[in-house]
């Protein structure tokens, strides 16, 4: 874990692969009350809320952006994924449109934020909760099949991406790997992903995806929030 030390202070990475957090985005991933708690909640989620809201306040006082991908489940599961579609069309109620279950977990949202709005989502466009904070439905594993984000990125000027959220052997890992082949420079918050272990660390810096602590990602976007500062 990069957290101590010098180590905390230094971005990984070459010229090609080295984050910038100047001008980077925050993705939650799968961040909702379903997955959390409850008959359907994925290990370890419940206990990584804290450290994503903390990221997510990191990236609001640094005024960068944060889009948190959804999933919703219609309720006869057409939508799902088919290793879901069983379970969701038998009946079980997964974070189904307007649910309690579909809504993002407690202290991710900003203050005043709207309640998602499943309509709009569905119909494949980002929903705004404060300025420069989003929500996006993703159909898939993956944050960029079939959704508008790759779009709502380049129109922000992203060019380096956080990943964080519900859970690293899929969706997560999915992300990032899409993400990769889009030429993104990108970090995985170690810390704030469930499913995370040491087995996952290599297999990402391989790649070139750079498993960093929260509290180091919180340094350096101060550090490079201060650098942009001073340069202007």
């Not at 070459?14 to 799968?30: G, K, M, S, V, W």
């Not at 974070?95 to 949202?109: F, K």
């Not at 996006?136 to 956080?162: C, E, M, Q």
Request: net charge neutral; charged share 20%; hydrophobic share 40%.
């Amino acid at each position: 874990m990069i957290d101590k030390g010098s180590s905390q202070d230094r971005v990984p990475g070459d010229e090609y692969t080295r984050p910038q957090f100047a001008r980077a985005a925050l993705l939650t991933i799968d961040m909702q009350a379903d997955f959390v708690a409850g008959p359907y909640a994925v290990p370890g989620t419940e206990q990584i809320v804290p450290a994503v809201a903390r990221l997510a306040r990191a990236f609001r006082d640094a005024r960068r952006p944060i889009v948190h991908m959804v999933r919703l489940y219609l309720p006869d599961g057409g939508n799902a994924d088919i290793c879901r579609r069983s379970l969701v069309a038998s009946g079980a109620c997964l974070v189904a449109p307007h649910s309690p279950g579909s809504r993002l977990a407690d202290g991710l949202t900003p203050a005043g934020a709207a309640p998602l709005d499943p309509d709009r989502l569905l119909s494949g466009a980002a929903q705004p909760l404060a300025d420069g904070e989003h929500v996006i439905y993703k159909p898939r594993w993956s944050a960029f099949h079939h959704t508008p984000l790759r779009r709502h990125l380049d129109d922000l000027g992203v060019n380096t991406l956080v990943v964080a959220g519900c859970n690293y052997p899929n969706c997560p890992r999915a992300t990032i790997y899409d993400a990769g082949a889009r030429d993104y420079r990108l970090v995985l918050a170690e810390d704030a992903t469930s499913g995370f272990g040491e087995h996952a660390r290599p297999e990402m810096t391989g790649i070139a995806a750079w498993c960093l602590t929260v509290t180091a990602i919180e340094r350096l976007l101060r550090t490079d929030a201060e650098t942009a500062a001073s340069r202007a």
